[in-house]
């Protein structure tokens, strides 16, 4: 018996339902409809969805309609992290203090920032130069 089919494809899930990814029902191409965001509060690192194909089977002897047959398959998206969020520092910790007439180059505190991109806590070093604003990429960061 020669069995001639269609393919058709199709997505279900939480982020299928919304719109957020779509497919060529014909081509099973996989399409994202919007912007993906990793970071907390709206974002998420891995977004989930299912593709289901199903064939329309022909049998090619008069053309009579055979069973459907379904399968299907688990897509997980997982983004890559971009650095698109500012540090934030926790406000009452930005306090530091020396003793008058301290030399020159005297740390006077470390102060720890976060951020909702995948990094660990920024430490910035104060010191009596003036260069309190800068920015160590080393210790604490990844």
């Not at 982020?15 to 907390?40: M, W």
């Not at 690192?45 to 398959?73: I, K, M, R």
């Not at 740390?107 to 951020?115: E, H, P, Q």
């Not at 991109?117 to 010191?127: E, G, T």
Request: one cysteine or more; glycine letters at 10%; hydrophobic letters at 35%.
């Amino acid at each position: 018996m020669d069995r001639k089919s269609r393919v058709r494809y199709a997505v279900t899930g939480q982020f299928a339902d919304d719109g957020t990814f779509i497919i060529n029902p014909h081509t099973g191409e996989v399409f994202v409809t919007r912007a993906l965001d990793r970071d907390a509060p709206r974002g998420r690192p891995v977004w989930n969805f299912n593709v289901l194909a199903h064939d329309e089977a022909v049998d090619g002897v008069g053309g009579s309609v055979q069973p459907s047959l379904t399968g299907y398959a688990e897509v997980r998206v997982v983004l890559r992290d971009i650095n698109d969020n500012p540090p934030v520092f926790d406000r009452s910790r930005l306090v530091g203090k020396v003793a008058e007439h301290s030399r020159a180059g005297q740390c006077l505190s470390a102060v720890c920032c976060t951020t909702h991109d995948n990094w660990r806590c920024a430490w910035v070093p104060w010191d009596s130069h003036g260069n309190g604003n800068k920015i160590s990429h080393g210790k604490g960061m990844r």
